[in-house]
């Protein structure tokens, strides 16, 4: 199947399930590609709504789509090609994202345990329904061998902590800690700005699920000028890192929270 970059767009879930790339990383990207152009295509799957959505390769279709936003012309000098992967379902659709995440070099140890531990509630899921037949997955391209490597396949979930903590490659306490961590984010008792200070080496896992044990009051408020602050903060985290191209974007995100802090303060005097 033959489809364009332009026919792409992004899915917001597979997105937000890989861990963002290091400015090191985007920087050693786009000098790649200023250098030699795409080497390697965009990844796509034809959803349930029959939309190419990418599975792999954000970051490189950030790059061409910002080569057209600075190009008076509006067309990109080079523009990477795109692989159709022929996948059952969403959940195996996710599967190919985590598989082909947790094969990166440089990613952080808590976003490896978040990854393993998605892929792990995906797999008992998929188990409880005892499907019978996976389906045959078609693989296009030259680089279909690759794929196939990174293709979800049909097993069983791990049943030990020893397994889990291989696959995240940590250590058992290491797995158990940052899976604490993440739950709590999950059910609001930590801010999800904790995950990116254990990333950027700003806190430990070890560190932050000791204080987890000795305060489990650390909650979030759900309301109040915290609450506003951690909004935009996240918004903006999200649009520059994921997309630096979004500035309007972010321009109306900080006068939407700015409009609800001001009705916030009036509520409180």
């Given at each position: 199947?033959?489809?364009?970059?332009?026919?792409?767009?992004v899915d917001q879930e597979f997105r937000d399930a890989i861990p963002c790339a290091?400015?090191?990383?985007?920087?050693?990207?786009?000098?790649?590609?200023?250098?030699?152009?795409?080497?390697?295509?965009?990844?796509?799957?034809?959803?349930?709504?029959?939309?190419?959505?990418?599975?792999?390769?954000?970051?490189?279709?950030?790059?061409?789509?910002?080569?057209?936003?600075?190009?008076?012309?509006?067309?990109?000098?080079?523009?990477?090609?795109?692989?159709?992967?022929?996948?059952?379902?969403?959940?195996?659709?996710?599967?190919?994202?985590?598989?082909?995440?947790?094969?990166?070099?440089?990613?952080?140890?808590?976003?490896?345990?978040?990854?393993?531990?998605?892929?792990?509630?995906?797999?008992?899921?998929?188990?409880?329904?005892?499907?019978?037949?996976?389906?045959?997955?078609?693989?296009?391209?030259?680089?279909?061998?690759?794929?196939?490597?990174?293709?979800?396949?049909?097993?069983?979930?791990?049943?030990?902590?020893?397994?889990?903590?291989?696959?995240?490659?940590?250590?058992?306490?290491?797995?158990?800690?940052?899976?604490?961590?993440?739950?709590?984010?999950?059910?609001?008792?930590?801010?999800?700005?904790?995950?990116?200070?254990?990333?950027?080496?700003?806190?430990?896992?070890?560190?932050?699920?000791?204080?987890?044990?000795?305060?489990?009051?650390?909650?979030?408020?759900?309301?109040?000028?915290?609450?506003?602050?951690?909004?935009?903060?996240?918004?903006?985290?999200?649009?520059?890192?994921?997309?630096?191209?979004?500035?309007?974007?972010?321009?109306?995100?900080?006068?939407?929270?700015?409009d609800e802090f001001e009705v916030d303060q009036k509520a409180a005097a």
């Amino acid at each position: 199947m033959s489809v364009s970059i332009r026919e792409c767009q992004v899915d917001q879930e597979f997105r937000d399930a890989i861990p963002c790339a290091s400015i090191d990383e985007r920087t050693d990207l786009q000098v790649s590609i200023d250098k030699f152009g795409y080497l390697s295509p965009i990844i796509a799957w034809k959803n349930e709504r029959g939309e190419f959505v990418i599975l792999d390769g954000h970051n490189r279709w950030e790059s061409w789509r910002a080569s057209i936003a600075c190009n008076s012309t509006g067309l990109a000098a080079s523009e990477p090609a795109v692989v159709v992967l022929d996948l059952p379902s969403r959940e195996d659709a996710m599967l190919f994202v985590i598989n082909s995440q947790l094969g990166r070099r440089n990613i952080a140890d808590i976003d490896r345990i978040a990854l393993v531990s998605k892929r792990e509630e995906i797999l008992r899921r998929k188990a409880k329904g005892s499907q019978s037949a996976a389906g045959k997955q078609t693989m296009l391209g030259k680089f279909s061998d690759v794929l196939l490597a990174l293709a979800p396949k049909a097993g069983k979930p791990i049943n030990t902590r020893k397994e889990l903590a291989d696959e995240a490659n940590v250590g058992e306490h290491t797995y158990d800690a940052g899976k604490a961590i993440l739950d709590a984010v999950a059910n609001g008792q930590l801010l999800p700005e904790i995950v990116e200070d254990i990333r950027n080496g700003n806190e430990t896992i070890h560190g932050v699920a000791k204080s987890l044990k000795a305060k489990p009051a650390r909650k979030a408020k759900s309301s109040g000028w915290q609450t506003i602050v951690s909004g935009f903060t996240a918004a903006v985290r999200k649009f520059i890192k994921r997309d630096p191209q979004r500035r309007a974007e972010i321009a109306a995100e900080l006068r939407r929270l700015a409009d609800e802090f001001e009705v916030d303060q009036k509520a409180a005097a």
